[in-house]
């Protein structure tokens, strides 16, 4: 974003338009710069320098539309700004937004500018296939190099070609001719006549020549010790090559510790096989390759991180990362998925959440910078009784938990209980499938409901509460429910003469399966000498009162 104190206009500053032109152009600019970065927003009545609101300031709608059609002017292709209105300390203030453009824009004097932090700046040469990429106009594992050199490595394609069949013997690619094989994977393209390597061509199955157009597809590997000291490892070249070597270092390295539960063992890796397979395959596939910037991975004592080049593709954020994908280099995904290092698309944050919410462990901790994703990783096990109902969930079905079950069952061991209002609202927790799994959990008994449906919450099942910490956390749940229900009751007989069974589960939003529940509910008022039956009551339809006190 960036701050104007006022409109620019002939009116405002007293001067003819011709001698404000240069006010325009600067803006057109500044239009530019962020059209070609993610697009952004001017704030026009601010001061930029103390972000103060200039309480002087007038919105005028012809004003605006006049800026609006000097910039489409000034910005070729042309850009047309969208003007909002929000009000702040009783003034109206526009704010001009420049929306994400697809394609690359230039001042009407020939500037292709970008937005730093800094401001403007024009754009370095290098930097343009970067931008192009992630623009979507051009994706950049599909273009192609013409190299006036031998760029191909023969007993690469044929190491991947026997990857493929180890994977996969039925695959349409096994039994192809090795140039079959590079056209039909998008590694080679034929243009002008000529078959060029493609990017994806260079780095499955180009020579080390060749690699040396991809100098920055790298991975910097270095484990931090807790004296200062640390290891660094770097690992460049050939994808494969890269994440065959990068794992193996990394898998070296897992620690693991016991935990007992009852008959159950189970033990614990501080980084296991699954997440650091599926983070590294993730940066490697999904990093923005035209960028000048290498994969680096950071170990410390108690967290990793693997920050990957380029930010989140269009349409992914931080928020949204695990039910949205959008592949920045479909070509290389497609490759790693016939040799088996990667599976369908957005399958790998899936086993990631997974094997971490079933470890106990905490979520991935997401971060979006200008220039990368950085996704942390902990070793704790912060929840140990997620551990021991995925123990107890496998010993009952056979199977593992699955993740919309596992992202339940963390938030109420987290808050203890929850409502589903408020589970509806938690992120990565899939509000289609939440009734389902619900169900499900509380036909095995690993939570059930207390409450109204207006206020309904979920707790764990008193079958799972072990200490005796939990159990009186879940006595007194229910206790405090269950006088809830009787106030409702009472309540209600104090406006309505007489209630019944029926009467009362609708009042209290309960189903049919809670008939003796109610009949307790009833018998237990009763006792409290608060409510009593009616004579005339039928067998199947007996109705109570409030009991009338006697007077002193």
């Excluded at 013409?146 to 690619?173: G, V």
């Excluded at 969930?393 to 339940?408: F, I, K, N, P, R």
């Excluded at 004579?535 to 109570?544: C, F, G, K, L």
Aim: net charge negative; proline share 4%.
């Amino acid at each position: 974003m960036d701050f104007k104190e006022q409109l620019v206009d002939k009116r405002v500053f007293g001067k003819s338009l011709k001698n404000f032109a240069p006010n325009y152009e600067e803006m057109a600019r500044d239009v530019v710069a962020f059209a070609n970065l993610k697009g952004g927003f001017l704030f026009v009545g601010i001061v930029d320098g103390t972000k103060e609101i200039n309480s002087e300031f007038k919105y005028n709608e012809k004003k605006t539309f006049e800026l609006i059609k000097q910039i489409q002017d000034r910005t070729s292709p042309t850009i047309t700004l969208i003007p909002h209105t929000i009000k702040a300390s009783g003034t109206e203030l526009l704010v001009l937004e420049i929306p994400f453009s697809p394609q690359m824009h230039r001042t009407s004097r020939g500037e292709f500018l970008i937005r730093s932090n800094d401001g403007n700046r024009a754009i370095e040469p290098y930097e343009m296939a970067t931008i192009l990429a992630e623009k979507g106009m051009i994706v950049y594992d599909q273009k192609t190099w013409d190299l006036h050199y031998d760029w191909f490595d023969e007993r690469r394609a044929i190491k991947l070609q026997d990857m493929i069949r180890a994977k996969n013997a039925e695959s349409p690619y096994a039994d192809k001719s090795i140039p079959e094989l590079l056209d039909s994977l998008g590694m080679t393209k034929e243009e002008n006549q000529k078959v060029m390597p493609t990017t994806t061509g260079l780095l499955f199955v180009g020579n080390d020549t060749a690699l040396r157009e991809l100098p920055f597809y790298e991975v910097k590997y270095i484990h931090y010790e807790a004296d200062g000291s640390y290891t660094p490892y770097e690992y460049r070249g050939n994808i494969i090559e890269v994440a065959q070597q990068c794992f193996a270092q990394l898998k070296a390295e897992i620690k693991k510790k016991e935990f007992v539960f009852g008959l159950y063992r189970e033990y614990v890796e501080d980084y296991s096989e699954i997440v650091l397979r599926e983070l590294l395959i993730n940066d490697l596939v999904h990093r923005d390759i035209s960028r000048q910037q290498v994969v680096e991975i950071r170990k410390y004592d108690d967290y990793m991180e693997f920050e990957s080049p380029g930010t989140f593709p269009q349409g992914i954020t931080v928020e949204n990362y695990l039910r949205k994908t959008n592949p920045r280099n479909p070509n290389v995904i497609d490759i790693m998925r016939e040799i088996g290092f990667a599976e369908k698309a957005g399958s790998g944050f899936d086993k990631i959440f997974t094997d971490l919410l079933s470890k106990g462990k905490h979520l991935p901790e997401p971060e979006e910078t200008d220039t990368s994703v950085i996704f942390r990783i902990r070793a704790e096990v912060c929840e140990e009784k997620l551990i021991e109902l995925s123990l107890n969930y496998q010993a009952l079905t056979g199977e593992s938990m699955h993740l919309d079950q596992l992202l339940v069952l963390n938030e109420i061991v987290l808050h203890g209980k929850i409502k589903l209002s408020d589970l509806e609202k938690t992120p990565h927790v899939s509000t289609y499938r939440l009734r389902n799994v619900l169900d499900r959990l509380q036909k095995l008994e690993f939570i059930e409901p207390t409450g109204k449906t207006s206020g309904q919450t979920y707790i764990l099942h008193v079958s799972k509460r072990k200490t005796t910490d939990e159990k009186i956390d879940y006595v007194m749940s229910k206790k405090q429910e269950k006088a809830r229900q009787k106030e409702a009751v009472l309540r209600y007989l104090d406006s309505v003469e007489t209630i019944n069974n029926t009467e009362a589960r609708m009042l209290l939003k309960l189903s049919e399966a809670s008939r003796s529940m109610v009949s307790r509910l009833f018998a237990s008022l009763v006792e409290d000498d608060e409510i009593e039956r009616i004579d005339e009551s039928r067998p199947n339809d007996v109705r109570y009162r409030r009991k009338k006190k006697k007077s002193k």
